[in-house]
């Protein structure tokens, strides 16, 4: 059994930061792609940034230049730095990471909740 946990989220005013962090545990061999995505009320669910087991990292141009993904490859941990913080990345957060059990597979995380007022 495979579990990705989300923390760090919260209610912050714009110009704010934040940091989430998702932890994977279970019967992991190994993780391939950790990333964050983020689900606004009444819009798809869309892809905030990703990180590959290597360390090369995409983000959606709406977060460049503010928001940072890492990871902790020893701790099964990837990790969102979210800075100058905009009342439109109010939304769920998830973490998503493909991970090899036996055989890959995408998991997600139950989300949190990231609020911005202006």
């Known amino acids: 059994q495979v579990q990705l946990v989300e923390s760090g989220g919260g209610s912050v005013q714009a110009g704010g930061s934040l940091r989430l962090s998702c932890l994977a545990s279970?019967?992991?061999?190994?993780?391939?792609?950790m990333g964050w995505y983020r689900q606004a009320p009444g819009n798809k669910r869309e892809l905030v940034a990703r990180i590959t087991s290597g360390g090369s990292a995409d983000y959606a141009d709406s977060v460049k230049g503010r928001f940072t993904i890492s990871r902790d490859n020893a701790k099964n941990t990837v990790y969102l730095q979210m800075n100058s913080l905009k009342p439109e990345d109010t939304a769920v957060y998830f973490c998503n990471a493909n991970i090899v059990v036996v055989w890959s597979l995408d998991y997600w995380g139950q989300g949190t909740q990231v609020t911005v007022s202006s």
């Open positions: 279970g019967r992991i061999r190994s993780i391939n792609v």
